[in-house]
């Protein structure tokens, strides 16, 4: 059988999300010959499969939207201050089909492999339906929560009803009338279904491990005026977002948490949780992230703030937690989730308590005895920031794989290329914020450092070994200086069986984080190997 022919390609871009689109319009705005490959069956990456009951932003949308065209931010209104799935589904086709990217994507193409060839200084590709490319760059735009985390519980696969992990959701609604229902996780993802699910089934139970705090979201609709003074303001919004650690719109009060008088800062607590968003999070005290004693007392701000709303005083204190800081974890936002387990039709089950045995054909069994189940549903995360990249096969100089490379967890220079791995680079994988803002600071960094080396005549750029390592430790030892490093969780890999565990992200903000990367690339990219 004749080989197909081998797509010749200057750029190849892998997925089609927030990341992918933006870079994908930077390279072919520069005359780069780029295209994207997907695996999904339409644009959005997170926003497309990611469409279980209540999926939405916990970023207010305003500040979540694409900042490059001021064009598209007068022209596109949001509906909500967070909007929900099928609205920034249809908002990234908006920008898909306006700047003419659709042509350039290849849908339904799950990339299997990538090889360089030294000689060449390209990489061969190849996708698992046996399509090859031949490309001189490679950039994984594959997002840091992509790679579904299915947990290995015995008989995972022996239950007889419908089953989904809320990250590979079906496009077509879920009849859950009447139904028994189960839910394991109660992250940010399993928050929003657990609300949503509780109003349209039978009987929902909830397998919790470990609860985390979650505050109200506080969501409004927009309205023409309001729509008509966030465009009126969109730079100031941006600018106000690039001075932020995370990007966010919420600033931190200067003072530190013991500074202020208990009265006054007991009024502090309840004025920010009134706020909409992470106000209650990054809006707080500038020391909330560093200082225990500080962050404890927050804790015990939110923990009677949990309790308030929920009847049963047992069923309260376990969705209390107890054993990590506020902030340590990703804080879900929620709208009534603690009230839902005032429901006749909800029951929460503290696995800690009474651990998950197996999964049978009829339903869940724990210590105590069978959940029989209908519907049984994994909001059980995911196999964060690497997950897609080491499903692939890829090899670098000398044949070695990324898997070896990381053996240790996860290593990159600024958090976009790893040394033995010329012209690939990865995003969104070294700095915790609001996502959109990082994803434009990492596109515009690789698509201008792709023209720097055609303009400049140069083949390979690759991270030096030496200045990988230096930064891994220089972005390390600002993670250890916050309360984020003492609680293991999906940003160190720790929730995968056998991952490595370390802490990747960059800990010095986002302001600091595109400073320097401004810096690198006006000394002709400092601490990358240009040949």
Known sequence: MAQTPVEEIDALVIGAGITGLYQLYCLRRQGVNARIYDAAGGVGGTWYWNRYPGARLDSESWSYAYSFSDELLQEWDWSESFVGQPELERYLNYVADKFELRPHIRLNTRVKGAAFDEQANRWRVETEAGHRARARFVICATGLLSAKHVPDIPGVDTFAGESFHTARWPREPVDFGGKRVGVIGVGSTGVQVITEVAKQCGHLTVFQRTP???????????????????????????????????????????????????????????????????????GNFSDLMIDREANELYCEFVRRKIRERVKDPEVAEKLVPKDHHFGAKRIPLET???????????????????????????????????????????????????????????????????????????????GLQTAGFPNLFFENGGLFCNFTRCAEATAEFVSDAIVYLRDQGFERMEADAQAEREWIEHAQSLSAKRLISDVPNWADGSNIPGKPVALAFYGGGFKRYTDICDDVAAQGYRGFRLT
């Open 212 to 282: 985390n705090y979650c505050a109200p979201l506080r969501n409004s609709p927009i309205g023409r005026e309001w729509m008509e003074q966030i465009k009126a303001n969109y730079h100031e919004v941006f600018e106000g977002c690039r001075r932020t650690i995370s990007g966010f719109i919420h600033e931190p009060d200067p003072r530190r948490t013991l500074e202020v008088p208990p009265e006054e800062r007991e009024a502090f607590y309840e004025d920010i949780w009134q706020k909409p968003g992470f106000a209650k999070w990054f």
């Open 336 to 414: 009534d989730y603690y009230e839902t387990y005032n429901r006749d039709n909800v029951a929460l089950v503290d696995v800690r308590e009474d651990p998950i045995q197996r999964i049978t054909p009829r339903g869940l069994e724990t210590r105590s005895g069978l959940h029989e189940l209908d519907v049984l549903i994994f909001a059980t995360g995911f196999d964060a920031l690497t997950g897609e990249v080491t499903r692939m096969d890829i090899r670098g100089v000398g044949g070695q794989t990324i898997q070896e490379h990381w053996a240790d967890g996860p290593s990159m220079y600024l």
